[in-house]
């Protein structure tokens, strides 16, 4: 392994955390081409030892090996998604077919497949920790799934099709955001405006402004485009939004930016490699990593999710349908008009409004809220810490024992940006692993702690109060969303495996990854918790407890709708992988409008274009494993119905073992042992039912 000195390239050196103070677009082609020299002369080195396999001898310096190439092409990553000017763009997809090809071949030398097979059929197996085992047939399974044991007269089509796969991915991320920038929507009528919250067309006022041009500008943007869908009076207004939103890369704009060709490209590709690899289609492959065993499996626990929830789905929309008729004389409601009626009954129904709640959540006070939360539950210490960062929002906060040893750190990026992807995610900078330094002639064993980025797309502060800046305030649903994120985090951060192969997220079953960051979406629901975290914007006032009951009584408002809504993605994207020829004559759409017959119970119009920004199967990782955010929410539920059953959202000894069986072990374990482990038993969906509103408390 090539031990790196801090150098002049801040992409190479690994001394401690990225310098996003220094880092620049050109310093990516020189740093990543010496780290693949240096994973290649690796390779060939770990190849040709003819010495028996060992874990020692041959995986650890593997790891270790390719550790600074991941790092730093992670760095690379995450800079093109939360700065993504043409600078960091080119510079990233200049390297992308680079580092994509690396990875294909890795994964397909037969040499390196043949050593871990070796040590999992040697005596030392046996002698190796759960997680090193785990590792090693996780290696084994993966070398598989990569492609080692075709011919080799056929792998050099599989690297390409990896290769382009991560091309198509990036240009239909790129796509969406740059169409999501290419629409805006100047209103210079404020008659128009009625019924739009102050903060909202402050902003607008001042984006209109940074633009020089008056009145006020929206965008498709989240904090822009959801405040005009909820609140605006304005029919006209809403229509426009709705369908510049609904449109988005899509045939209806600038060609380039179409991301239905892009959207065949990869279908045909997953399928191909499937088959090479001799599966019947993609999603077989997506599940063999998964907790879920087969694709029967997977569509009978969403249609059987679908049924469940379908009572209280059609109770829904004829509620909504109706409302709109009786009391906003709106004969037929439109797509465009969901949002806005939800709004309108939500007040009348529970008298209050989603905006009233804001004014609660300011940003320090939900953050001291959410930190307390951890520090109760964990029994540990978060603190600010400083750090460089990438834009001037970005905070950096480090998480510790009690007795002050590190455990791990995090950046914070909270606000929306043009040149930011859309969405909430989290990310890894750095991973726990055990380092193995040779001091003099002595070997030093120490553990590197693990960084990571917690990112959203929220409103930022607009106006000033008493001189200064006001503060930025969060509706409710954004403060789940932080809550959400900060779960990934914690199974990132929180970690004790030392060994990086499946320390923190790494290893786990992608159907189970959103078991922590659900299951952190409870606290949100607790008045405790609530109670502490909220101080209104204008006088400091906590949310009163009337108000939260409101809430509490409308959390399960539309619930129905909300669960088909899920179904009806996972449905199409599993479908869509297993069922679905991307070169016959039916087309995807086609496919999306039968499962909107199967399930949905409110349909969008004709033109709408869902699939062309359905970034998570195309670009994030879902293809194929959509249904992952309902299957982990069975166990997420059943989780928190721990606490509930010691009566405690804070009870210590099921905090404890919370974080003993779930966040500690990270991917050292099979996720469905982590659950047994903490909850003694098989999961069981009927917590979730419960929180959902669909059985009775």
Wanted: net charge negative; with cysteine.
């Amino acid at each position: 392994m090539t031990t790196h000195t801090p150098s002049a390239n801040p992409l190479l050196d690994f001394s401690g955390l990225p310098r996003f103070d220094a880092v620049a677009p050109s310093h990516v082609r020189a740093a990543i081409s010496t780290l693949l020299d240096e994973c290649r002369a690796l390779l060939v080195r770990l190849s040709s030892d003819e010495a028996a396999a060992t874990w020692d001898g041959f995986a650890v310096p593997l790891i270790d090996g390719l550790e600074p190439l991941s790092r730093a092409w992670g760095v690379v990553g995450h800079l093109h998604a939360v700065n993504d000017v043409p600078e960091w763009r080119d510079a990233y997809n200049q390297m992308l077919p680079d580092v994509s090809r690396f990875y294909a071949e890795v994964g397909q030398n037969l040499q390196l497949f043949a050593k871990y097979k070796a040590i999992a059929e040697g005596s030392e197996y046996a002698c190796l920790s759960a997680a090193r085992r785990r590792i090693v047939d996780n290696e084994i399974r993966d070398f598989r799934l990569a492609g080692a044991e075709l011919p080799e007269d056929q792998k050099p089509r599989f690297q390409a099709i990896a290769e382009e796969l991560s091309q198509l991915s990036a240009k239909f991320s790129e796509n969406l955001l740059d169409a999501t920038n290419a629409f805006t929507e100047v209103v210079t009528d404020a008659a128009e405006l009625a019924g739009v919250p102050d903060d909202a067309c402050q902003a607008a006022r001042q984006a209109a402004e940074k633009d020089g041009q008056s009145g006020w500008k929206f965008t498709l943007h989240m904090p822009s485009y959801l405040p005009l869908m909820q609140y605006a009076d304005s029919r006209r207004l809403r229509a426009v939004m709705y369908r510049a939103y609904a449109t988005r890369a899509a045939e209806f704009g600038a060609a380039e930016l179409d991301n239905t060709p892009l959207i065949r490209q990869i279908l045909l590709l997953r399928r191909e490699e499937a088959r090479m690899l001799g599966y019947a289609n993609f999603a077989e492959v997506s599940l063999v990593p998964k907790m879920a065993e087969s694709v029967p499996q997977v569509l009978a626990f969403l249609r059987d999710l679908a049924a469940k929830a379908r009572p209280f789905a059609e109770q829904d929309v004829a509620e909504l349908s109706d409302f709109a008729r009786d009391e906003l004389g709106l004969e037929t409601m439109e797509a465009w008009d969901v949002a806005y009626v939800s709004e309108k009954l939500l007040q009348r129904r529970y008298a209050f409004s989603e905006q009233d709640v804001k004014q609660y959540f300011t940003e320090d006070k939900v953050l001291s809220g959410l930190f307390e939360v951890i520090e109760t539950l964990f029994g540990v210490c978060l603190k600010p810490d400083r750090a460089p960062v990438w834009h001037e929002d970005v905070r950096f906060f480090r998480i510790e024992t009690p007795g002050g040893e590190l455990l791990g750190q995090f950046y914070l990026d909270l606000y929306a940006r043009d040149t930011k992807r859309g969405g909430a995610w989290m990310d890894e900078a750095i991973t726990r692993r055990r380092l193995r330094l040779e001091v003099a002639t002595r070997a030093s064993d120490d553990i590197q702690k693990p960084v990571a980025y917690l990112n959203c797309n929220f409103s930022r502060p607009v106006g000033e109060k008493d001189g200064l800046p006001r503060p930025a305030t969060f509706t409710h649903d954004e403060v789940i969303t932080l809550f959400h994120e900060t779960g990934h985090g914690l199974h990132h951060l929180l970690t004790r495996v030392d060994e990086l192969a499946v320390a923190g997220i790494h290893g786990v079953e992608w159907d189970a990854v959103e078991l922590p960051s659900q299951f952190m979406e409870n606290y949100c629901w607790e008045w405790g918790v609530l109670q502490g975290m909220s101080a209104h914007v204008d006088n400091g006032e906590p949310l009163p407890r009337a108000l939260f009951d409101k809430m509490l009584a409308a959390k399960n408002f539309l619930s129905g709708m909300q669960t088909l809504r899920q179904v009806e993605f996972s449905l199409f994207d599993l479908l869509l992988h297993s069922d679905f020829d991307p070169a016959g004559e039916r087309s995807l759409l086609e496919l999306l409008a039968d499962v909107r017959r199967e399930v949905a119970v409110f349909v969008p119009p004709e033109w709408h274009r869902f699939p062309n920004s359905f970034a998570h199967i195309f670009a994030g990782g879902y293809g194929a494993g959509y249904y992952s955010y309902k299957w982990a929410e069975v166990l997420s539920a059943d989780c928190y119905g721990a606490f509930e059953e010691a009566g405690d959202p804070f009870d210590r000894s099921v905090g404890e073992r919370f974080l003993r069986e779930i966040l500690s072990v990270g991917g050292s374990r099979a996720a469905i042992d982590n659950f047994r482990a903490f909850r003694g038993r098989e999961p069981r969906v009927d917590a979730l039912l419960r929180h959902s509103g669909m059985i009775a408390a």
